[in-house]
């Protein structure tokens, strides 16, 4: 199984953002084996620590993908 992992915070657009995005992948991918997990940095100080300022990050299979932005095609491409 593959986990997606987005690290933001409550009342992010960027965040909120990174969603849409995700989704909109995701429903195009015939794959029923991709986790999405959703962290908030406002829930953990090591995360805070490490993401503030870069929030959204996208994490796949615990490997560093994108932050701020997320590219629908970089996504596509590194799911397939």
Do not use: N
Request: charged share 25%; aromatic share 6%; proline share 6%.
């Amino acid at each position: 199984m593959t986990t997606i992992t987005v690290i933001g915070k409550p009342d992010c657009h960027l965040c909120d953002v990174a969603g849409e995005v995700i989704d909109a992948v995701l429903a195009d991918l015939p794959r029923d084996d991709i986790d999405v997990q959703e962290l908030s940095i406002a829930d953990d100080p090591a995360l805070y620590a490490q993401w503030w300022e870069k929030i959204p990050v996208v994490l796949i299979d615990g490997q560093f993908h994108a932050h701020w932005r997320v590219s629908p095609d970089r996504l596509r491409a590194a799911l397939s």
